[in-house]
T-cell receptor, first 108, second 113 residues
Framework: DAKTTQPPSMDCAEGRAANLPCNHS???????VYWYRQIHSQGPQYIIH???NNETNEMASLIITEDRKSSTLILPHATLRDTAVYYC?????????FGPGTSLSVIP | ETGVTQSPTHLIKTRGQQVTLRCSSQ?????VSWYQQALGQGPQFIFQ???????GRGNFPPRFSGLQFPNYSSELNVNALELDDSALYLC????????????FGPGTRLLVL
């Protein structure tokens, strides 16, 4: 069973920030939070990951709460090409568990 | 730098048959993981291979097996195919394990009739 929970779907207006939440209340101290996205019929694509500090790269920002029980992925200026399913996952040393993810629709 | 490749792209089999799917890892990566993704669901972890040994497995029966070769390419074998095995099979490579960033291939879509 997935250890992370995400809303099943979200809409975002093109050009606006998309904020995708994730709850990972059972995360242990040394587990990273990873975000991937999957555009229809393609393999998942890595976006960003973090342990306890906020992270930013050319694709997105990741905000992790101080207790590490939840995080938010921020796409600062969503485009139509950001329409995809976004997965927040936890990894242990020998396995990965994906949940059903959040289907983000960017609307013109 | 060559990304992760998978073959074939599509495959149709009948129930009871056996199938072999192939994956070439990204250059410099020595870990490969396999996932099954049914329609409308997230990828489900099958297993991981590190340096030619299985190193982690999800909730899949023994008829799902794998191999990793010295060049770090990999195969997924499924015996006694069932209708529910119809899915997109994804391969991902990483430097040392699933706790690292994984790079996914485009997948093989398997249809079991």
């Amino acid at each position: 069973d997935a250890k992370t929970t995400q809303p099943p779907s979200m809409d975002c207006a093109e050009g606006r920030a998309a904020n995708l939440p994730c709850n990972h209340s059972t995360i242990s101290g040394n587990e990273y939070v990873y975000w991937y996205r999957q555009i229809h019929s393609q393999g998942p694509q890595y976006i960003i990951h973090g342990l306890k500090n906020n992270e930013t790269n050319e694709m997105a920002s990741l905000i992790i709460t101080e207790d590490r029980k939840s995080s938010t992925l921020i796409l600062p200026h969503a485009t139509l090409r950001d329409t995809a399913v976004y997965y927040c996952i936890e990894t242990s040393y020998d396995k990965v568990i994906f949940g059903p993810g959040t289907s983000l629709s960017v609307i013109p | 730098e060559t990304g992760v490749t998978q073959s074939p792209t599509h495959l149709i089999k009948t129930r009871g048959q056996q199938v072999t799917l192939r994956c070439s890892s990204q250059s410099g990566h020595n870990t490969v993981s396999w996932y099954q993704q049914a329609l409308g669901q997230g990828p489900q972890f099958i297993f991981q291979y590190y340096r030619e040994e299985e190193n982690g497995r999800g909730n899949f029966p023994p008829r799902f097996s794998g191999l990793q070769f010295p060049n770090y390419s990999s195969e997924l074998n499924v015996n006694a195919l069932e209708l529910d095995d119809s899915a997109l099979y994804l391969c991902a490579s990483s430097i040392t394990g699933v706790r690292e960033t994984q790079y996914f291939g485009p997948g093989t879509r398997l249809l079991v009739l």
